[in-house]
């Protein structure tokens, strides 16, 4: 199952991502941003980093990209898109999820071992794990704080759109804590905390339940590698 890792410059967690689908039975295959092929690839992965220097809006640039009008044209078709970080702020840009991200509220960029709950199980990035099942897992961010108006909110939450939402901790202000979302087929999901951080022993959340262990990241991957392989 080969899972395409694109890097923009300024990517800094396309290796890290790319690692990820290797330990969960995936073959990654590294895509470039210049590039208009996605070279057959079974899904996508955008990832974290600061693309093109954060200027302009963060992932504002990168998603107009040459190989985001590729991503666009098969995300429509169904294929299995995640954003990360960077790559979750680059799905809103390109409008393949709705709301924004913007400046956290207390204007500091934070790095910490996150809780997050799982809200919605039913996309190919998120059946690895159980409804309403509590993670750890690494975010890192300085413009993480989801936003939208009230008519948008209500739909995400009334059509269950929220993947991820933020437990013990809101760590940037985003509107009902939400850290994650699916678009409404459910093949694009985005997330602000790093779950390709968390799939080996020894690096993830260095936590009292998870000392130096955490590897609740790595359901992202293997759920996915699952689905796809069937």
Same mark, same amino acid.
């Not at 967690?13 to 690839?41: F, K, N, T």
């Not at 040459?66 to 044209?73: G, L, Q």
């Given at each position: 199952?080969?899972? &395409?890792?694109?890097?923009?410059?300024?990517?800094? !967690?396309?290796?890290?991502?790319?690692?990820?689908?290797?330990?969960? /039975?995936?073959?990654?295959?590294?895509?470039?941003? &210049?590039?208009?092929?996605? #070279? &057959?690839?079974?899904?996508?992965?955008?990832?974290? /980093?600061?693309?093109?220097?954060?200027?302009?809006?963060?992932?504002?640039?990168?998603?107009?990209? +040459?190989?985001?009008?590729?991503?666009?044209?098969?995300?429509?078709?169904?294929? %299995?898109?995640?954003?990360?970080?960077?790559?979750?702020?680059?799905?809103?840009?390109?409008?393949?999820? %709705?709301?924004?991200?913007?400046?956290? !509220?207390?204007?500091?960029?934070?790095?910490?071992?996150?809780?997050?709950?799982?809200?919605?199980? !039913?996309? %190919?990035?998120?059946?690895?794990?159980?409804?309403? $099942? $509590?993670? =750890?897992? %690494?975010?890192?961010? &300085?413009?993480?704080?989801?936003?939208?108006?009230?008519?948008?909110?209500?739909?995400?939450?009334?059509?269950? #759109?929220?993947?991820?939402?933020?437990?013990?901790?809101? @760590?940037?202000?985003? *509107?009902?804590?939400?850290?994650?979302?699916?678009?409404?087929?459910?093949? =694009? =999901?985005?997330?602000?905390?790093? @779950?390709?951080? +968390?799939?080996?022993?020894?690096?993830?959340?260095?936590?009292? $339940?998870? *000392?130096?262990?955490?590897? !609740? /990241?790595?359901?992202?991957?293997?759920?996915? =590698?699952? $689905?796809?392989?069937?």
């Amino acid at each position: 199952m080969r899972v &395409g890792i694109i890097t923009f410059p300024g990517s800094l !967690d396309d290796r890290d991502a790319a690692r990820a689908v290797e330990i969960s /039975g995936g073959e990654p295959v590294m895509l470039w941003h &210049g590039d208009h092929d996605l #070279q &057959g690839v079974e899904a996508v992965i955008l990832p974290g /980093g600061f693309s093109y220097g954060d200027y302009l809006r963060c992932g504002a640039i990168a998603s107009h990209s +040459a190989i985001m009008r590729e991503v666009k044209d098969a995300a429509a078709k169904g294929l %299995p898109v995640l954003g990360i970080c960077n790559g979750f702020q680059m799905l809103m840009e390109a409008h393949l999820l %709705p709301g924004g991200l913007i400046r956290n !509220d207390h204007g500091r960029f934070i790095c910490r071992d996150q809780g997050l709950r799982v809200e919605n199980i !039913d996309t %190919p990035w998120t059946r690895g794990y159980e409804q309403d $099942e $509590e993670i =750890v897992i %690494p975010l890192k961010n &300085g413009e993480g704080s989801f936003i939208a108006d009230d008519e948008t909110l209500r739909r995400i939450e009334g059509e269950g #759109q929220v993947t991820f939402r933020y437990l013990g901790v809101n @760590p940037n202000g985003s *509107m009902n804590d939400i850290a994650g979302l699916r678009n409404e087929a459910g093949n =694009v =999901v985005g997330l602000m905390p790093h @779950p390709e951080h +968390a799939v080996e022993p020894g690096y993830g959340p260095d936590i009292a $339940e998870r *000392m130096r262990s955490g590897i !609740d /990241g790595r359901g992202m991957f293997m759920g996915l =590698v699952r $689905e796809l392989v069937g």
